[in-house]
Nanobody
Framework: QVQLVESGGGLVQAGGSLRLSCAAS????????MGWFRQAPGKEREFVAR????????YYADSVKGRFTISRDRAKNAVYLQMNSLKPEDTAVYYC?????????WGQGTQVTVSS
């Protein structure tokens, strides 16, 4: 069974940092671009960041550019999201998935709450 499991979320004050992890099992994702997405209460899920299969290219939503960094470890079949200078508007459930997203791969996500 293919699974993407997100972890690393939590409650943090504005200006703080968190590092999210996405662990893949059931298949290797080393040949896929991978991405992070988030969904805030009452809002649609939105794109946050993505990384190419090689790890050589990264792209970010304007709202997180300069504050978030996506990376991957192909050997560990894992993807990470380093989040710095967090803002209350970053509060959401964060998910990882392939690029483009596969409907079967959405996991439970990890909650990030940023207090002001």
């Amino acid at each position: 069974q293919v699974q993407l499991v997100e972890s690393g979320g939590g409650l943090v004050q504005a200006g703080g940092s968190l590092r999210l992890s996405c662990a893949a099992s059931g298949r290797t994702f080393s040949s896929y671009g991978m991405g992070w997405f988030r969904q805030a209460p009452g809002k649609e899920r939105e794109f946050v960041a993505r990384i190419t299969f090689s790890g050589g290219g990264t792209y970010y939503a304007d709202s997180v550019k300069g504050r978030f960094t996506i990376s991957r470890d192909r050997a560990k079949n894992a993807v990470y999201l380093q989040m710095n200078s967090l803002k209350p508007e970053d509060t959401a459930v964060y998910y990882c998935n392939t690029i483009p997203p596969h409907s079967d791969y959405w996991g439970q996500g990890t909650q990030v709450t940023v207090s002001s």
